[in-house]
């Protein structure tokens, strides 16, 4: 069997004739979903909650360590009463303006130790854990950033080092050079994925993970299990991460290329809409016609 785990907005987008939304019209619901992707990815990979999502994404990256905390660089837009969270693909920052960043925060001793392994993903490593709950960045995208804000008893330590991370930014050099060219600029940091990442699995349900995203290659090798391209996909029992909702989704191509499977059952989870088992016979049934 396999488990697809899809954006609810993702699915939206499909043609009605696409193959998936035709299985699902002709399945059985098994329950409610979790309401964020990366959420329903865990839940699938029976870890629930219990894992560093920062952490995981670090294993992804091919970085040693086990306790991680994400700072991702992102953009803020002013609004009437609150500050919008515009998020970082349109930034399309560049390696060396993220290393001038993150030199310019050294400077200042803001966050020793930030590795970047890509422009827009920015890890910092904790040596011990840290009693603070945040939230991805992609949950509040478009939306006012307050609710979202860092919160627990160390919160409000980590709040202040990123106000002063924010003044750093602004007269950044990269930042500046930005402005007078008219390009969005780095704004802020966004903190999340806290936590450290226990001993490998145990009893892990999937013999491997597939998904385009450093989440999926994260588990798989926390897991110790094989990690598949969406474009290269065995037959055998698997979790299959179309979108984890931190990363951008992947074409349209890659979606028909076989992540559908045909002939044999699988379940499918659309983040908080809910759990569907789509058994053989109903698939075979829909495939003939």
Not at 57 to 78: F, I, N
Not at 112 to 138: D, F, I, K, N
Not at 242 to 253: E, Q, T
Request: hydrophobic share 45%; with cysteine.
């Amino acid at each position: 069997m396999r488990h697809l785990v899809i954006h609810p907005a993702r699915l939206r987008g499909l043609a009605e004739s696409h193959p998936l939304k035709r299985a699902l019209h002709r399945a059985r619901r098994e329950g409610d979903a979790p309401p964020t992707p990366w959420a329903c990815v865990l839940a699938a990979a029976g870890v629930g909650s219990a894992l560093s999502l920062a952490a995981l994404c670090a294993r992804g990256e091919g970085l040693e360590g086990t306790g991680w905390l994400r700072l991702d660089p992102v953009a803020l837009l002013p609004n009437r009463e609150h500050l919008v969270m515009a998020g970082n693909a349109h930034l399309q920052l560049q390696p060396e303006e993220a290393a001038a960043l993150a030199e310019a925060l050294e400077a200042w001793s803001l966050f020793p130790g930030l590795c970047q392994p890509h422009p827009l993903r920015w890890y910092l490593p904790l040596e011990a854990p840290v009693a603070m709950e945040t939230e991805p960045w992609a949950a509040v995208l478009g939306g006012d950033v307050r609710p979202a804000l860092p919160r627990g008893a160390e919160a409000r330590r980590w709040r202040a080092r990123l106000a002063e991370a924010e003044m750093v930014l602004f007269e950044a050099p990269p930042n500046r050079l930005r402005r007078q060219r008219g390009r969005p600029t780095v704004d802020s940091l966004w903190l999340w994925g806290e936590g450290p990442l226990p001993q490998a699995a145990t009893g892990f349900p999937w013999s491997w993970v597939a998904g385009e995203g450093i989440l999926a290659k994260g588990l798989a090798a926390w897991a110790g299990v094989p990690w598949h391209s969406l474009q290269t996909l065995p037959g055998d029992v698997g979790l299959v991460v179309v979108d984890d909702g931190l990363a951008g989704p992947p074409p349209d191509a890659i979606l028909e290329a076989g992540v559908v499977p045909v002939g044999v059952s699988f379940r499918v989870s659309v983040a908080g809409e809910g759990v569907w088992q789509i058994p053989p016979r109903r698939w075979w049934a829909f495939w003939r016609r």
